[in-house]
């Protein structure tokens, strides 16, 4: 949806919002700042295959939390981001795990299946949108892991903030899908491209991964992004970590990692690892950046709640609850190729084919517009 936030200006917030939001601004202004005086020698040297060091372990702690004992089963390397981390894995898994394919859940982000296809993997899918009810289709997911996956295929999961549905698995769901890798011998594969932009709580979004962690009977693997949480976009600050059954196994793992990103980038870029490592290795700054956090994740369920609330208002066909129980940037609203062909006709109003809309688009002064754009064209 292509609607500006900077629309939100003509109607100014309170005051305290304005301290906030100057506050975070100034926290990434400062964090800059301490990159530019800290690191200036050097700044533009070659980082090791594995990346920055001070980077790596505090982004593989903002996402585990402290890994005490299973600290030397776990491999982390610093990747072009999300996307990198995703192929940089999927490379890996195709060449050792040999997996018969890997299981996307339908529909999944669009990289995923470009990804697993490029690394050679045969790509097949699990139900996960139950487009009648606009729900998880949970019951379907479940049975086709159980009755069609075999052992050893890698399993790609949404850690939060599912793209493109927003609707994630509640914590029972999230254990029974555990249930079902450990039985089948699965390989789960999370991409954790959201953390803290979900709830607003990184470990509450870390929770799946945390809780497959703990259970200390599979082996994983993470593709994590800062380019959401930390705005880094264009700066491609991600991580690949690998949970091994054995520390042995790791060091294993981490010879064969390091080969797959020495033919593939060499050494990762510098400059957006230091921000992030600057930014999580302070406290003032890891507690503006908390902040921010808040702030956004907590922006996007008010703008759910405020389109909700129109659609609701103007007796709109249909049941729009949806929009308020998924989470993260995107909603499936389940409007039809027809319904979006005409809401962008009628009112200018851009929605992807699939019916996604960034809700992160939306601010006080469109919602309206937008809820009146899909009231129409439901009605037609
Ligand atoms: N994974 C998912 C589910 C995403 O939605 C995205 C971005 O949209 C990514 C990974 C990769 O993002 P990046 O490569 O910018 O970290």
Known sequence: MGASNGAESQQLPPFSSILDTTYAWLKNLQAEEVVKKTQDSGRYEYLPISGLAPFVSAARKVLFGPLGSKEARVVSLQTISGTGANFLGAKFLAETLKPSAVWLSDPSWVNHANIWGLAGVQVRRYPYWDATNKRLDFEHMIQRLETAAAPGDVVLLHACAHNPTGVDPTKDQWTRVADVCEKKGLFPFFDCAYQGFASGDLAEDAWAVRHFLERDTLEMAVAQSFSKNMGLYGERVGALHLLCRTSMAADKAKGHLARFQRGQISQPPTTGARLAATILSDPELFQGWLLDLGEMSGRIRQMRRALHDELVALGTPGRWHHVISQIGMFS?????????????????????????????????????????AIDAAVRT
């Open 332 to 372: 499936y609203t389940g409007l039809t190729p027809e319904q979006v062909a005409s809401i962008q006709e009628n009112s200018h109003v851009y929605i992807l084919k699939s019916g996604r809309i960034s809700v992160a688009g939306l601010n006080t002064n469109n919602v309206k517009h937008v809820a009146e």
